[in-house]
């Protein structure tokens, strides 16, 4: 099956949920040991990581989660021109200024800049109508993530060329149902590839930056900390504190609505906005992926749990179908993924506007 065309899935009004992968060039794994030379380039999976969680506090594009592999990575990632078209223009030559910035201290951070250099950026050729357009592109955000990943890379090795293959590969994610698989596949990564044998040592991973300060919240509140398999039920006011943890605060919490509560207001600029992804709670959400990922380790499916029982019914997905759809998640869908009901309903009005260059955003 061709490849969609990108202006049939990028919209730039619409809020929208990609899962993205990245590639090294030729599948070397630049980014952990590699065959060819030998050498071990581990560390510039933190250079991905800390690039992230940067960006993250920058555009108006929330990661949901990610995973930076040996010789790729992935990402989950949702876009929010709702929110970027309420800055002031002030705000958006600051970001932009943030991103792209004119001077650095000593240490490589940007400088404050002054307001003349605000005004220029306002002014530029490059007006403020196209800057606000780009804080919320994928496109810029997939841009400013791997151009200097790959500098940075080259300049290390002393060498020119590639080091990403080809562009980036966007797959729309159309329902929760897609968005929570996708999010369990990502997560159960290195799991899969046989580099982890637990969800708590799945380095690199939005799921072990979220049992991080799960459990450092555990450890500290007035609760008991959880067992290590992950399954205790603590209050729902340690989920919404480790919410903002020092590990996963850039992330988007997983609550969509947490239990009648509100997250705190972020005060850092680590992430755009408190916004969950899932109608479940963070600890339903670590419990599925612990159960997922020791179904995967030892491939017996069993039983499923009784307390993730609802969690399944709502995602209207059967626990065969379920572990399926995380073992096979590439391969079943190809594009766009979501419901059959949901990409039924794409895919008419992709007919309906194949031709008009107008979007289709499910």
């Not at 380790?297 to 059967?318: A, E, M, N, V």
């Amino acid at each position: 099956m061709p490849r969609v065309n990108r202006r049939e899935i990028f919209s730039e009004t619409d809020v929208q949920v990609f899962h993205i992968i990245s590639r090294c060039v030729r599948r070397d794994h630049l980014c952990g040991r590699d065959r060819r030379s030998g050498r071990d380039y581990s560390h510039r999976r933190q250079w991905i990581r800390s690039r992230l969680e940067e960006l993250a506090g920058i555009f108006a594009v929330e990661v949901l989660g990610y995973a930076v592999m040996a010789n790729h990575m992935h990402l989950i990632i949702r876009s929010r021109p709702d929110i970027v078209s309420g800055w002031s223009d002030d705000e958006v030559a600051l970001r932009w200024w943030t991103l792209f910035p004119q001077r650095r201290t000593p240490d490589g951070l940007p400088e404050q800049p002054t307001t003349e250099e605000l005004n220029h950026i306002k002014n530029s050729s490059i007006g403020v109508a196209d800057k606000r357009r780009r804080l919320a592109s994928i496109s810029w955000f997939m841009k400013c993530i791997s151009e200097p990943i790959a500098k940075r890379a080259n300049r290390e090795d002393d060498v020119t060329g590639h080091f990403w293959e080809a562009r980036f590969k966007a797959q729309p994610l159309l329902d929760e149902t897609a968005i929570a698989a996708c999010m369990t596949y990502v997560d159960l990564n290195p799991i899969r590839a046989a580099v982890a044998q637990t969800p708590e040592t799945s380095e690199f991973t939005s799921l072990h930056d979220r049992i991080i300060d799960r459990q450092s919240v555990s450890e500290h509140g007035s609760a008991p900390a959880p067992a290590p398999s992950l399954s205790a039920m603590p209050a729902a006011a340690q989920n919404i504190q480790s919410s903002d943890g020092p590990a996963a605060g850039w992330l988007s919490p997983i609550a969509l609505e947490p239990s009648g509560q509100q997250l705190p207001h972020t005060s850092s600029t680590r992430r755009l906005t408190n916004r969950g992804c899932l109608f479940m709670s963070l600890d339903q959400y670590l419990q599925l992926v612990d159960w997922s990922g020791r179904q995967l380790r030892l491939d017996k499916p069993g039983q499923i749990p009784l307390y993730l029982d609802p969690i399944l019914t709502r995602l209207d997905c059967s626990p065969e179908t379920w572990l399926d759809l995380i073992k096979n998640f590439r391969r079943r869908f190809r594009t766009e993924a979501g419901r059959a009901e949901t990409l039924q309903a794409v895919h008419r009005l992709r007919r309906h506007c194949r031709g008009s260059h107008r979007p289709v955003t499910g």
